[in-house]
């Protein structure tokens, strides 16, 4: 990839260079319309170009599939606005008329250390937040924390961080990133990558009324770029199950907003029934959906290679936050710590002006990425259709940060106003829940034909047997 653009290209050049790299079928792009302009958020990064784009490519491949049935290409229709306002879905939830409880935890956020460089902290999750104050050897208080970092160096910590299995980083400029020998290995990676893992027979899409009509998905996912992606799949209309265990922290209000369209059951991995009782439902299963760490579910004997040799034909989706090359493949990461490690947080603080880290006004990557992954997964989809294998797609937070960067930068993008819940009303729509009563946002993309809707309701964790409807 090339350096950065000074101003944002078109967008429907943006989402014209990714459909064709997929390999998808170029005359398709003349059946999208994506209406608007940047700014529409407060950013200095073309954030909105890039919510249209992503949106829009999940959009326009299901038209595919639509297509791919029944000979008829439907328009598809992604305002940029509307697509950015769904980038910040989780922050215009409501449950029962009252916003959703703030997640966050207390010293979660960034902090200056003795070398007067700035870390990010990722303590949301209580095995993190417990394993920095051990590391810190302080109590759970932003200002011991504060004052245990004054003897450490920024990447020192960052290090010792990472050896223990916690989620935090330190904060790099972009030519610092580039530089990096992970910044280095993402240069040599695509935005994503679709590979055929091994020949299968071809397999017509099994009739429906719907795009993803009779496609059943595996969604072993959480917090929000995985469950995105598994969101936007059940928006057209395929059959998606969460899968999660008793014993795994979650965010709620992400569960809500993120589960809208899906089943949801719970399986212990560490027990011997419940793999096999996974195993009975990847038999069944068209897309396997995952964002633990690199490693971890292979381990369990979950891998794309073994997951493959249960289910010939099967679209494995893969996510990680720093890419699975270059020595951070195996580190856990979240959008906030990408965009801090990889340069948007020193970039944003100098464009505003500001001495402390600014984060862009969204969960960028996160969404992104989410959508990236489901334009995959059904692009996959649509080869196994065509000339049959077993796939595998592969997304990074880090790499779709890469692509945000490369989309350039607005000129007094930052004195955009921040739309709130109230600016945004137009774009929300209720529904009952398992939750209560939701306001939420719409799907930013309308297809003329197949238009995106959630047929089943936001419920708990664990509220379904692990079994695929009938």
Request: proline residues 8%.
């Amino acid at each position: 990839m090339s350096g950065p653009s000074p101003v944002p290209p078109p967008p429907l050049d943006v989402l014209g260079t990714l459909w064709r790299e997929a390999g998808q079928d170029a005359a398709a792009l003349a059946h999208v319309d994506l209406p608007g302009a940047e700014p529409v958020l407060p950013a200095s990064f073309a954030v909105g170009t890039a919510a249209q784009a992503s949106i829009a490519a999940a959009a326009l491949a299901a038209a595919e599939l639509w297509q791919l049935r029944t000979g008829v290409r439907q328009q598809v229709r992604v305002p940029m606005r509307d697509a950015a306002v769904e980038f910040r879905s989780e922050r215009y939830l409501r449950v029962d008329r009252q916003p959703a409880p703030e997640p966050w935890d207390k010293i979660a956020g960034t902090y200056r250390c003795g070398d007067g460089r700035w870390v990010r902290l990722h303590t949301n999750f209580p095995h993190h937040r417990n394993g920095v104050l051990t590391l810190l050897k302080c109590e759970h208080d932003r200002a011991a924390v504060e004052r245990a970092l004054q003897g450490w160096t920024a990447e020192t910590f960052e290090t010792a961080a990472a050896q223990a299995g916690l989620a935090v980083t330190a904060m790099r400029r972009f030519d610092e990133w580039d530089a990096h020998p992970q910044g280095q290995a993402l240069a040599r990676l695509p935005v994503l990558s679709i590979e055929k893992m091994a020949d299968t027979p071809a397999e017509r899409l099994p009739a429906a009324q719907r795009p993803l009509g009779g496609i059943r998905v595996l969604d072993l996912t959480r917090v929000i770029a995985g469950p995105v992606c598994g969101r936007c799949l059940a928006a057209h209309g395929a059959d998606v199950l969460l899968i999660t265990a008793p014993h795994l922290p979650f965010f709620l209000p992400l569960v809500i907003d993120t589960g809208r369209g899906k089943l949801s059951a719970q399986l212990d991995l560490r027990d011997e029934p419940a793999r096999e009782r996974l195993k009975e439902l990847i038999h069944d299963a068209d897309v396997f959906v995952q964002g633990y760490r690199p490693g971890a579910l292979g381990a369990l004997g979950f891998g794309p290679e073994e997951v493959a040799r249960l289910r010939p034909g099967i679209v494995y989706v893969s996510l990680s936050a720093y890419g699975h090359r270059g020595p951070w493949a195996g580190r856990r990461g979240f959008d906030s710590l990408v965009q801090t490690a990889s340069g948007f947080n020193a970039a944003e603080a100098e464009a505003a002006g500001v001495s402390q880290p600014k984060p862009l006004p969204a969960q960028a990557l996160d969404h992104a990425s989410g959508y990236l992954m489901a334009f995959g997964a059904m692009t996959a989809l649509a080869r196994r259709a065509h000339e049959g294998g077993s796939w595998h797609v592969r997304v990074s937070l880090a790499q779709t940060g890469r692509w945000v960067r490369g989309l350039g930068r607005i000129e007094g993008g930052l004195d955009r106003s921040d739309p709130g819940f109230e600016d945004v009303r137009d774009r929300l729509e209720e529904s009952a829940s398992g939750f209560g009563q939701l306001t939420a946002t719409r799907h930013a993309a309308e297809l003329a034909l197949t238009p995106a809707r959630w047929s089943r309701p936001s419920v708990p964790l664990g509220t379904h047997e692990p079994r695929w409807p009938e």
